[in-house]
């Protein structure tokens, strides 16, 4: 579709306009726009593309601090993966100033995001998810000051962009059209805490060489302070159960995140025996004990300090026996809004060197500072820390010091611990004395262009080369170091870290009170480094010939060209995360490839590819109004095809039919057809693996053991720590995917001014990367060895004696203990999605001069489902037939429409008017409720249900045109989620999804612009 209203963009309920006279002259409105989605003309002026324009006044309208919070509003943008309320993954994770755009729900990488009709480069850092690595640009590293528009192609643009664009394709434009200097200042306070934004910017362009070339030159600076979670109400504890009260989910332990790792720590003794008091164990059978409060009920040690211990591990009930109370509220040590600088600077020229070429270029360059704070690292299972007997503050250790003196910290009357003492290991700790970690995630990039352009013949030609890199340095202070840690620890003086000591006894889910020494403290913290590098070098070349040949309804338009691009990435890992400096146990000699506290190990990566492309479009049309047929004002066609040959995976072609038919004057109905793809990313096929230990069940040993009697059911076995490797695969393919839409527009001549259309649009996609599960891969091991073989990726020890015995009669073959589960990233699933857009939009000038401008655009979801793949559809098969248990059921599939981000409406509206110098408007963004699978109602079985948002921004604006010292004046008032609006309540990290709704609440904003 070609927008020429003036606000056809964001799907708003009311606007602002821009404080500047020149942005509400009509010129500028109806300025014909160049069409993302094609490069012919003919379809370009023609009603055959679902393309939504977003221009300058709607983008303002928003009040967006960043670019990510622009795309946010978009009715088909969905879930936000890249975003800083994320707080899974840690170091792994996306972290800083970095945004992700995601249409329709298919996840981060299906979206194509262009700066000027090319490509950007990938941000260097990713993350997982479904726990496969996913690459995309960063959407905030876009100048918002200098964007013109954003052009949203809300159909599949494989067939014309190539990869990535399987869910639609981003345009964000940037223009060469700046006149003189403007400065603008804008400051926002929030409305109930201390968070503040400012932004300061400048733009100034003129023209040279006689007015053969003209340049623009932009350049910003932002500023955001940090806000602690203490700030919401929502966000304050870790434990949301107070806000059910009154609710069918009161008491709901899934709105309870406190954490078992605190500074109350959790012990087991190595050399598994069970000393006693008085008579009375201090461990239970496995030898576990637990340090707390000696409020608490269950004290069978008294220790100094008010503090005692307890036999067994923590208990997780609220009860007075319990020790609930004792379980680290994370939430209360984090930013809930990241401090955050950014610095941007765009210049762009044009030159015309001759009547027929002319050069342009583009410099960019983007910098950012991210500085946000979390909870104190907590001890993994998987890497053992020893608390040797000869630690100082071990109230299990030697019965006298190293200088013979008697040591003042072993527990008297002890009996099984011998004189020498016990060492004890650490099974749930969180290093709370160390302080709360702080992350400081730097990042820049740069881009560079240049290219020709002009006219030969009737052929219009247009190349440029390009060449952009992306650095990323993500920095945690106050880590703990393993090595570090187990050396402090065998400290025989009272410089040792002391894990005994507990944590507060005031607020124990909270800080510590009693820290180890200062010099304990600085011998085992550290900083871990991440560093990533993405770089992307691209020529291409494209050639347009509008009338190719002349047919009745017109001339056939042809455009064809090529594109060659390298992608590149590095990720740099911490010399203790990589393997570098590794960790050993000092008792048992076990090796870890981490040395950090809470982090499993990851290897450095690496990779690049080589593309290469050709491209075909042919605008073919039928009919034009001069030939007078009956309910056909107009038919055009579109042909359009791409070949791409990848360094790595191959080769793919991708095609696509669309049609527009015009019945009648204001009346057109269109359609379209496409196939789509889009590449593994570099990390999918390059990683070289990351291991996570989780307690997974072994079905063939449950079986087994229910089988001899050991347990009465499989639901009674015991879950195991299973070593999981994920990593990449040079045999991944393409990810395919094929888009279809057919729509309605209504432009009614009686109406000027007024337009709307609805399309119906679906997307299947199929070979979704993805990795099949370890739990699922021991339920596939267990049914093919009921069928006689085995599953290849789950690695097993040879059978001892014992597991021969374990399995006699049972009729399977005998099976040793998992020792690895090989989790590849494999082609697996396919879904289905499909939808509806509605868009409409209004402009009236009245007689006076003043204008109103409406619009309204809408996305409405009616199928989003998982299909399962061939192997997990033989899981799903076997359960049905009984030759599993129903509880090996793989999980995901499925109708998930309206569950766990997945809102069925979205939308947005606008309203602007203008008279004279005044300017005001109104902007709301609505996204629907869902349900949140991670709570269910016990009595209903119901998920609990995350209510719907409604957020309404307004403004007033006065642009001063005396000619005096205050012409080209503006100044602005405006407030953003007027009514304060909190993020919807939901068991997530801060008590909302963050990746759909956001934490500022009600900001007032005043905004001055100078020009010059």
């Known amino acids: 579709m070609s927008y020429k209203f003036r606000l056809t963009g964001t799907v708003s309920l009311f606007a602002l306009f821009a404080p500047l006279p020149h942005a509400a002259q009509a010129d500028d409105i109806v300025e014909e726009i160049e069409i993302t989605g094609t490069r012919l003309s003919q379809i370009g002026a023609g009603k055959l593309l679902p393309v939504l324009e977003v221009d300058r006044a709607a983008i303002e309208a928003t009040g967006a601090f960043s670019a990510d919070e622009v795309f946010r509003t978009l009715p088909m943008s969905d879930f936000v993966g890249f975003q800083n309320q994320n707080t899974v993954g840690g170091v792994n994770s996306v972290r800083g100033d970095a945004a992700s755009v995601n249409l329709r729900g298919l996840g981060t990488g299906n979206t194509l995001l262009l700066m000027n009709g090319r490509r950007m480069v990938m941000n260097p850092t990713f993350q997982t998810e479904a726990l496969v690595p996913v690459m995309t640009p960063n959407a905030n590293s876009l100048p918002l000051e200098a964007l013109s528009s954003l052009r949203v192609l809300k159909d599949g643009g494989s067939a014309i962009y190539g990869a990535d664009a399987v869910a639609g394709v981003v345009d964000a434009q940037f223009t060469n059209d700046v006149d003189g200097v403007t400065l603008k200042a804008r400051y926002g306070l929030s409305d109930g805490t201390d968070y503040h934004e400012a932004d300061f910017s400048v733009k100034a362009g003129d023209d040279f060489a006689g007015g053969r070339g003209h340049v623009s030159l932009y350049a910003s600076y932002s500023r955001a302070n940090s806000v602690r979670t203490s700030a919401r109400d929502y966000a304050a504890s870790s434990d949301m159960r107070r806000f059910l009260e009154g609710t069918p989910f009161e008491g709901d332990g899934s709105f309870n995140m406190t954490n078992v790792s605190s500074p109350w720590a959790e012990l087991d003794i190595v050399q598994n025996v069970v000393p006693t008091l008085n008579g009375t164990p201090i461990a239970n059978s ?52 990241p401090k955050v600088e950014r610095v941007n600077a765009l210049a762009l020229v044009d030159y015309q060197i001759t009547d027929e070429i002319s050069f342009y270029g583009e410099a960019a360059y983007y910098g950012s500072s991210s500085v946000r704070n979390r909870e104190p690292a907590s001890m993994l299972s998987t890497a053992r820390v020893i608390v040797p007997k000869e630690n100082y503050w071990n109230p299990l250790g030697a019965t006298t010091l190293a200088d013979g003196s008697p040591n003042p910290n072993r527990i008297a009357g002890l009996v099984g611990v011998p004189d020498e003492g016990l060492d004890v290991a650490l099974r749930n700790y969180r290093i709370t004395d160390t302080g709360e970690r702080t992350i400081d995630a730097d990042a820049d990039s740069y881009r560079l262009l240049a290219g020709l352009k002009g006219k030969l013949g009737s052929w219009h030609w247009d190349s440029a080369a390009l060449y952009s890199r992306a650095t990323t340095t993500d920095i945690t202070h106050n880590r703990v170091s393993n090595t570090l840690l187990q050396a402090a620890l065998a400290d025989i003086t009272p410089s040792a870290y002391n894990p005994f000591n507990g944590g507060s006894l005031t607020t124990p889910s909270i800080g510590d009170d009693t820290p180890s020494p200062e010099a304990a403290l600085d011998r085992i913290t550290i900083d871990v480094r991440r560093k990533g590098v993405a770089t992307l070098a691209m020529g291409d070349i494209h050639l347009t010939n509008d009338a190719l040949f002349q047919l009745p309804g017109g001339g056939v338009g042809l455009s064809v060209g090529g594109e060659v691009r390298r992608e590149s990435y590095s990720d740099d890992r911490d010399d203790r995360l990589d393997g570098t400096v590794i960790f050993t146990d000092m008792v048992s000699g076990a090796i870890s490839e981490s040395d950090v506290v809470s982090s499993s190990p990851t290897a450095d990566t690496g990779g690049h590819r080589t593309v290469t492309s050709a491209y075909s479009e042919l605008a073919v049309p039928l009919v034009s109004p001069d030939m007078n047929i009956p309910f056909v004002e107009a038919a055009t066609l579109q042909f359009a095809g791409r070949f791409e040959h990848f360094s790595d995976v191959g080769d793919t072609w991708t095609p696509k039919v669309a049609g527009a038919w015009t019945v009648t004057p204001g009346l057109t109905v269109r359609a379209s057809w496409s196939e789509g793809f889009r590449a593994p990313n570099l990390v999918q096929i390059h990683d070289a693996g990351v291991s996570r230990v989780n307690n997974r069940l072994d079905y063939v040993r449950c079986d087994a053991l229910v089988q001899q009697g050991q347990i009465t059911g499989i639901d009674q076995c015991a879950a195991t720590g299973t070593l999981s490797t994920r990593s990449g695969s040079e045999t991944l393919q393409p990810e395919k995917s094929e888009n279809t839409s057919i729509g309605l527009l209504i432009e009614p001549v009686a109406l000027p001014g007024f337009r709307f259309s609805i399309d119906r649009w679906t997307i299947r996609q199929t070979d979704i990367v ?71 939009s209004y402009r009236h000038e009245m007689q006076d001069g003043a204008t109103l401008d409406l619009s309204f655009n809408a996305s409405r979801y009616t199928k989003f489902e998982q299909e399962a793949g061939e192997r997990s559809q033989q899981l799903l098969d076997a359960v049905a037939a009984g030759d599993l248990p129903g509880d090996v059921t793989p999980t995901g599939f499925g109708d998930i429409l309206g569950l766990d981000g997945r809102a069925k409406w979205r939308w947005n509206a606008n309203l602007a008017y203008a008279r004279g110098p005044w300017s005001a408007g109104l902007f709301a963004t609505y996204i629907g409720s869902f349900k949140d699978t991670t709570s269910v109602n016990d009595e209903t079985g119901d998920f609990w249900k995350v209510d719907s948002w409604l957020t309404l921004n307004a403004s007033l604006g006065y642009a001063f045109t005396a000619d005096n010292w205050l012409k080209d004046t503006a100044v602005k008032l405006s407030v953003t989620n007027l009514t304060d609006e909190a993020p919807p309540l939901a068991p997530e990290s801060f008590g909302f999804h963050g990746s759909m709704h956001n934490p500022k609440g009600r900001m007032i904003y005043l905004t001055l612009t100078k020009g010059f």
Do not use: K
């Open 286 to 337: 496995s030898g576990v004990f637990h340090i707390q409060p000696a409020t608490n009920s269950g004290c069978v040690a008294q220790l100094s300090g008010g503090i005692c211990i307890d036999d067994g591990t923590l208990s997780s009930s609220d009860s007075a026996d319990g020790d609930r109370n004792l379980f680290y509220d994370i939430m209360s040590g984090w930013t809930l809004i």
């Open 770 to 840: 993805g990795v099949f599960g370890d739990q699922n891969h021991l339920a596939l091991d267990y049914l093919r060895r009921q069928q006689g073989s085995s599953n290849p990726d789950v690695v097993r020890a040879a059978p001892t004696a014992a597991d021969i015995a374990l399995f006699a009669g049972t009729g399977l073959t005998p099976a040793g203990e998992v020792l690895s589960v090989a989790d590849t990233y494999v082609n697996m699933d396919a879904r289905r999605v499909a939808g509806i857009d509605i868009s409409a």
